[in-house]
């Protein structure tokens, strides 16, 4: 069974550009959830999907984020325009169910905006 | 809200020794407790959990135990390895939502 991917592995981009992460789940996993941890600190919930609904999108630091989950299998997570506080590594992770089930983690994206 | 507080790393051990990485936390009712960790170059991999008072998680020679009574979930591991080198999340669940810790640095030298 293949895992989490995540793509690009790396991003490096300039101050005000836009970048466009991508997440694709375990096969069969409903629930989809985006982090991130920044300048080495904790890692913080952005949001979570069930299929191709957000159910929870509390952790979204502002507008600049926007998540998408269409037909409820990969998700893109885009930033627009990007800031410098916005550096900082962007995991994605996946669960059949919901609660407290564990989640799988892909190995992440390292984001750098200049 | 829930939070995480975990020791500050780095931690630098000599293979075979006796690693402690302390982990308390804050919560309302009764979440999950994990033990996140990811080696170099690779995502986050589930460690071990525990989901009630007084369980104990185990793992890969690591252990933690649930202490309601302390707020704490240490993780524990006898003899370390070379290839226990990692960075090590304490974790709790609120629901469906993760809350971490900083996450511990820990090198271990042969």
């Known amino acids: 069974e293949a895992g989490v991917t995540q793509f690009p592995s790396h991003s490096v981009i300039e101050k005000g550009q836009t970048v466009t992460l991508r997440c694709d789940p375990i096969?069969?996993?409903?629930?989809l959830y985006w982090y991130r941890r920044v300048m080495g600190k904790e890692i913080k919930f952005l949001l979570h999907f069930v299929k191709e609904s957000k159910q929870d999108e509390s952790g979204m630091p502002n507008n600049r984020f926007l998540a998408e989950r269409t037909g409820g299998t990969y998700s893109t997570l885009k930033v627009q325009p990007a800031e410098l506080e916005d550096s900082g590594v962007y995991f994605c992770?996946?669960?059949?169910?919901?609660?407290?089930?564990?989640?799988?983690f892909g190995p992440g994206t390292r984001l750098t905006v200049l | 809200g829930n939070s995480v507080t975990q020791m500050e790393g780095p931690v630098t051990l000599s293979e075979e020794a006796f690693l402690t990485i302390n982990c308390t936390y804050t919560a309302t009712g009764y979440p999950s407790l994990f033990w996140y960790v990811q080696y170099p170059g690779e995502g986050l991999q589930l460690l071990l959990k525990?989901?009630?008072?007084?369980d104990k998680g185990s793992n890969k020679g690591f252990e933690a135990t649930y202490r309601k009574e302390t707020t704490s979930f240490h993780l524990e591991k006898g003899s370390v390895q070379v290839s226990d080198s990692a960075v090590y999340f304490c974790?709790?669940?609120?629901?469906?939502?993760?809350?971490f810790g900083a996450g511990t640095t820990v090198t271990v030298r042969a």
């Open positions: 096969s069969g996993h409903d629930n």
């Open positions: 525990a989901t009630k008072a007084d």
């Open positions: 974790a709790l669940s609120d629901d469906y939502k993760l809350s």
């Open positions: 992770a996946s669960s059949r169910q919901g609660g407290p089930d564990t989640q799988y």
